[in-house]
């Protein structure tokens, strides 16, 4: 840069015009600002759900009992339990192994003898342990239903039954637990960092494909001013598609929004400067739309969805991987993405992470301007 | 009928060739997938362990000291960190700091001595949803047992849990054979939609189109790249698990590289027909993209299929990731019988022969 450029706002109202207009042309790219968003909101709001529900169970009763009946129709009752019964333990087995059960409880004979003289009966569960997760909630939730089945036999036949220890949760900021309240923040976050890393990727692999590169290079604009104003379009389109997922998630879903726009729209704004840079990075690096795409979506999109603990647990992932997460963008979007909406506003909270999000973002931007400097030379 | 087969042959052939051509795009067909797969088959684990929880302790008593020890046993525990109060531990869960806490009131010990029930409190971060009723489930256990070891109370029925097929509930037995399914998905549809938008964009469309060749044989010579990607890079991250990784393989292996034909065909097939509408290589790459995600949300994969509304699930049986990953967690874990294989692999083909009329349909449209 020799200098200051007396046109360099005008230089860069062009670029802008010409991004604007490419965009314009192209409708696919509003499909992905408008559409994605839409479709993600959905899916996260109403198909994808960590509640579990209705886990198809089978049940056989072996001891055919006024006290195994009972269990039976309290089973069935249960929300959790979509209770199928089976004649024997081989059918269940074959419906476990093709799926079409997640598990199945066998009550044993002398089920309700047992109970009668105050010995402990033995009920099993066999779940499919392929699916991991489901099998755990599974027992869990049928432990529960046990105990406090066996607690309110114990009370109407007038025994004793006062369990010494009992452990009482309470979840605070959701207390209904839905799980939506934890995924269709972590989705906003998605839509952005898609929008963010995979678009960007391909404007300047598509210049460079096109050969409209060397046009652009050699317009007398210097190459910051360049970068940031073939971005700043798709930075307004990133914080349109924020605003249409926050304005389904709230209006549509009825999340709480217990936050400040004010910070919504920074946090936002940092995270949108990381992906942005990251997807330009990529973009300029790699100068094929494919692999750009391909890359983008292995280092922007993947670790987004994967890797920014609002899926999966950070905690829970192996010690190496951990320490991959604290470079992924999307992990200091996600907390504060969540606690504006569930808890209000957390300044000690979110600063840190946006300073982490524009620093982000600075680096892939001087990395950029020095990537593209090399080529001119 | 061997000269389609010639003229579709020699399209493969010219397909496979420009695929392969940039050196650049081999290595992402072949690494990239390898690093995904070891990547986040080893990071999206639905597990809980090593969490940090906070400590409120106004008791010191037998009872709070037992179940103390039990909890610091636990797989779970990571941290335990003591705060004064309810409201410091409060302030730590909204930072994020800690997952949640144990609260454990002054008279809990006397409490159980005496013959009373106890309770412990336990406070959770509602928006870590998964982790949180994990947690709590596997605490809620721990303070059951220590109650009963400390005053054996006439108890209900005992339950006894077998988990068929992982015994251990080991994640990684349920995320890498899934994972394959994904990754393969991915990789099939990136390839199968630029077949045709890339002509578009170079300009070699109408070149294409003027070639002496039905539109229905140009269709399946631009479908064998993507084919054979998907069938070459299953294949072999099958075997790749099945010999690296801890995972047992119970079932065939032909049976499952069959199954994995079936379903490279099937999404390469979907791909097809969405670059039969896309303009240029952009619109094929967001196209896909709108299909790759449903694709991947509603197939099982991050969430149990049962737990979708009930007008939803018809689709999830339409989508191919679906179908795979039942046959990949059955062939891994199961040993399924080939018949329940047949069961899923026939939908794959339906799927693909729709797909690949839909292509036709729309080639024919576009070019008219």
Redesign the interface.
């Known amino acids: 840069m020799t200098g200051r450029d007396p046109l360099l706002w005008r230089r860069a109202a062009a670029i802008r015009a010409k991004e604007w207009a490419q965009i314009w042309l ?1 409708p ?2 509003f ?2 600002v408008v ?2 968003p839409l ?2 909101m959905f ?2 709001g ?11 169970t089978g049940v056989i009763d072996q001891d055919r009992t006024s006290a195994s009946r009972d ?1 039976v129709a309290t089973l069935s009752g249960n929300g959790y339990f ?1 209770i199928a019964e089976r004649d024997s333990v081989a059918e269940a ?1 074959t419906a ?4 079409r059960l ?1 598990g199945f409880i066998v009550i044993p004979d002398g ?1 309700e003898s047992d ?1 009668v003289r ?1 010995q ?18 599974l ?2 939730h ?3 239903v ?2 406090v ?3 309110g ?2 009370a109407r036949l007038g ?17 209904e ?3 939506r ?2 995924l269709v923040p972590g989705a906003i976050g998605i839509v952005m960092a ?1 929008i963010g890393s ?1 678009l960007t990727a ?1 404007i300047m692999a ?1 210049e460079y494909e096109r050969g409209t590169m060397e046009g652009l290079l050699s317009t007398p604009i210097s190459i910051p001013a360049l970068v940031l104003s073939k971005l700043l379009p798709y930075y307004v389109l990133g914080l349109a598609s924020t605003a249409i997922c926050v304005a389904v998630a709230v209006l549509g879903y009825g999340l709480p929004f217990r936050g400040s726009y004010l910070a919504l729209f920074l946090v936002a704004s940092a995270f949108l400067a990381a992906v942005l840079g990251q997807g330009l990075l990529i973009s300029a690096g ?1 100068k ?4 750009s ?3 983008a ?2 280092s922007g999109f ?1 670790p987004s969805l ?2 920014s603990g609002f ?3 950070i ?4 010690p190496a ?1 951990q320490w ?1 997460t604290y470079i992924v963008p999307a992990r200091y979007l996600i ?1 504060p993405l ?2 504006v909406f ?2 209000g506003d ?1 300044w ?2 979110f600063i840190p992470n946006i300073l982490v999000l524009l620093g982000f973002g600075g680096f892939f931007f001087l990395r950029v301007t020095r990537a593209i400097k090399r080529q001119i030379a | 009928m061997m000269a389609a087969l010639v003229r579709i042959l020699a399209m493969a052939v010219k397909e496979l060739a420009v695929v392969l051509r940039d050196r650049r795009v081999l290595t992402t067909l072949v690494a990239s997938p390898v690093i995904q797969l070891v990547l986040f088959g080893l990071a999206t684990t639905l597990e809980v362990k090593n969490v940090s929880l906070g400590l409120v302790n106004r008791d010191n008593g037998v009872v709070s000291e037992r179940f103390l020890a039990a909890v610091a046993a636990s797989r779970d525990a990571g941290r335990l960190t003591v705060y004064p109060n309810e409201a410091t531990l409060g302030t730590a869960i909204e930072q994020r700091e800690v997952l949640g806490g144990l609260i454990l009131p002054p008279d809990l010990s006397t409490r159980v001595v005496r013959g009373d029930e106890g309770q412990i409190g336990l406070l959770l971060d509602g928006r870590r949803v998964n982790a949180s009723q994990i947690v709590a489930s596997h605490l809620s256990e721990i303070a059951g047992a220590t109650g009963v070891a400390l005053r054996p109370v006439t108890a209900g029925p005992d339950l006894v849990v077998r988990n068929q097929f992982n015994p251990n509930l080991d994640y990684s037995w349920f995320t890498l054979p899934g994972m394959i399914a994904v990754i393969t998905t991915v990789l099939v549809l990136s390839v199968s939609v630029q077949a045709i938008a890339r002509e578009r964009e170079s300009g070699t469309y109408d070149q294409l189109m003027a070639l002496p060749m039905r539109y229905w044989e140009i269709l399946l010579g631009k479908l064998v790249p993507a084919f054979l990607v998907g069938l070459c890079n299953g294949a072999f991250y099958v075997a790749m698990v099945a010999l690296v990784s801890d995972v047992p393989f119970l079932g065939s292996y032909p049976l499952i590289v069959l199954a994995i034909a079936a379903f490279s065909l099937a999404v390469s097939a979907i791909g097809l027909a969405i670059s039969s509408v896309a303009g240029n290589q952009q619109q094929a790459f967001l196209g896909g993209f709108l299909v790759i995600v449903p694709m991947i949300l509603l197939s099982g994969y991050a969430s149990p299929i049962d737990g979708m509304p009930d007008w939803l699930q018809p689709v999830a049986a339409i989508d191919p990731l679906s179908h795979m990953l039942v046959i990949a967690h059955g062939t891994f874990l199961k040993s399924i019988p080939s018949r329940i294989v047949a069961d899923h692999v026939w939908p794959m083909l339906t799927v693909t022969i729709v797909a690949l009329v839909i292509a036709h349909a729309l080639l024919r449209r576009r070019s008219s």
């Open positions: 192209d696919s790219t499909g992905l559409l994605m479709i993600l899916l996260f109403s198909a994808v759900t960590l509640d579990v529900t209705a886990t198809r269990l979509r087995e476990l192994r093709s799926g997640r089920f109970l105050g402990v009966p033995s009920v099993q569960l066999v779940t499919d342990g392929s699916q991991v997760n489901t099998a755990t909630l027992s869990a049928l432990r529960g046990l105990r089945w066996s607690e036999r114990a025994q004793q039954s006062n369990p010494p220890l009992t452990l009482i949760p309470r979840y605070v900021y959701n207390p637990l839905e799980s309240y934890m898609m995979l391909l598509r790699t094929n739309q494919f692999v795409t391909q890359f979506l292995l993947l994967l890797l899926l999966f647990e905690d829970s992932m192996p991987i991959l907390p969540q606690s569930l808890v957390i000690s909270m």
